[in-house]
């Protein structure tokens, strides 16, 4: 009896139907079902690194990571230092400080060519700021410090509530972050002002700039770290309280020395502001060169700038005694800020002519300092925007630039 009931249990475990073949079975099945899974697992973790590498089946650039619209307060200005980098493949950005806001211009964008109005319209809403392009970069973006007001909110007024700056983009700061040995329509190119290599700052500290001091490595590191840096739109004015702003139709700060000029630039409240130094000059007129769009010396219409239009001769874009074409209109006389649309380059005004500027640069190891750009007083061609004036540091003659 033992036998046969042994004989049967093992048929039902071992025979067709029984229990170990269905459990080997179902074991098979769930081995097999767990395989096709990781295969399907696998086959979508693919499809989707080929998505984010080579874009979709439509062969179209992967959707970027969604960007946050930067911090603003109620008037729309940043609550803290916003950079702006609108290709990944470029060095060119943008930094707004807090306080500030890119401006939208009378032509319904940020850029105003010679000849057309270049007042500011509005504050370019917050959300529009990440789509800033590299070519806006370096066409010059102006940026404001307050709501776009006019006489205490009087839009029909002719003083703005607001100061202006333009960023000048220094994307490679070991290429970019130069002087230039600028010679004028008199001189030879052997001729270098201050005699020293400007390559050379061990040595050219004597005759360039006080390049030791905080003010100057703080503005040199500041430039390095935010790839640029921001000049005031139209030569400086006197806001009533010794303290420069850069406004549209104000009467220049002029009869000023460079010692005051230093001076005075320091009551500004925006980090690092100082009187503009030489090499900062100079990179705004390579950046210039570069980018810039000026009145030609006809009527016709605007010109890329060459080298001749700033070495040579400055009196198709700038206030001279002899300007020409456009810029000729109202030209000879000292004038307020931002008169002429065609004494502007890339949304920066009288940047040649109208008054020589003060700069912090030293002609010799004494009180000699040096102005640049000429002025309304001069041609075109006697006092270009190279143009390297020369006095005592106490001279009171020259505009201030911050």
């Known amino acids: ?40 697992l696998n086959e979508i973790e693919k499809y989707f690194q080929n998505y984010l590498e080579r874009g979709n089946e439509d062969n179209q650039p992967t959707p970027p990571d969604p960007v946050e619209s930067p911090k603003v307060n109620e008037d729309g200005l940043a609550t803290e230092n916003t950079t702006i980098k609108p290709d990944s493949n470029s060095d060119v950005q943008i930094t707004i400080p807090a ?19 270049g007042s500011v319209a509005s504050i370019m809403p917050a959300d529009q700021w990440n789509s800033i392009t590299v070519e806006a970069i370096n066409k010059g973006i102006v940026i404001v ?28 700061f070991e290429e970019d972050f130069r002087r230039t040995a600028w010679y004028g329509p008199y001189y030879t190119e052997s001729y270098q002002v201050g005699k020293h290599p400007i ?6 500290s004597s005759y360039w700039e006080e390049i030791n001091t905080t003010e100057y490595t703080d503005m040199k590191s500041s430039i390095k770290k935010f790839k640029g840096f921001y000049i005031g739109r139209y030569e400086a004015s006197n806001n009533g309280n010794n303290i420069p702003q850069s406004k549209y139709n104000q009467h220049p700060w002029n009869k000023i020395s460079q010692i005051s000029a230093i001076e005075v630039s320091k009551n500004i409240d925006i980090e690092n502001a100082h009187l503009m130094y030489g090499i900062e000059y100079d990179m705004t007129l390579n950046w210039l060169l570069e980018n810039a769009e000026i009145a030609s010396e006809t009527n016709e219409k605007n010109k890329n700038m060459e080298i001749d239009d700033v070495q040579i001769n400055s009196a198709s874009w700038g206030n001279f005694k002899n300007s020409v ?18 004494w502007k380059a890339n949304n920066i005004y009288d940047f040649a002519g109208n008054e020589s500027e003060w ?12 102005g640049r750009g000429g002025s309304y007083y001069y041609n075109g061609e006697t006092v270009p925007a190279v143009y390297r004036s020369i006095n005592v540091a106490s001279y009171t003659g020259d505009v201030v630039r911050i």
């Open 199 to 204: 390559t050379d700052e061990a040595t050219s």
């Open 359 to 370: 700069t912090q640069e030293k002609y010799s190891t004494g009180t000699i300092r040096v």
């Open 99 to 117: 306080g500030f806001a890119p401006a939208i211009l009378a032509t319904g964008t940020t850029q105003s060519l010679p000849g057309e109005d």
């Open 325 to 342: 074409g456009d810029a000729a209109n109202g030209c000879g006389v000292l004038r307020n800020t931002g008169s002429n649309e065609a």
């Open 1 to 40: 009896m033992l036998l046969i009931l042994a004989g049967v249990a093992l048929a039902i475990l071992t025979g067709q139907g029984n229990i170990i073949g269905n459990a080997e079975n179902a074991v098979g099945k769930y081995n097999n079902s767990v395989a096709y899974e990781q295969q399907l």
């Open 145 to 172: 410090d307050n709501p776009i007001t006019y006489d205490g909110g009087n839009q029909t007024g002719t003083t703005p509530d607001f100061n202006e700056y333009v960023w000048i983009p220094i994307p490679d």
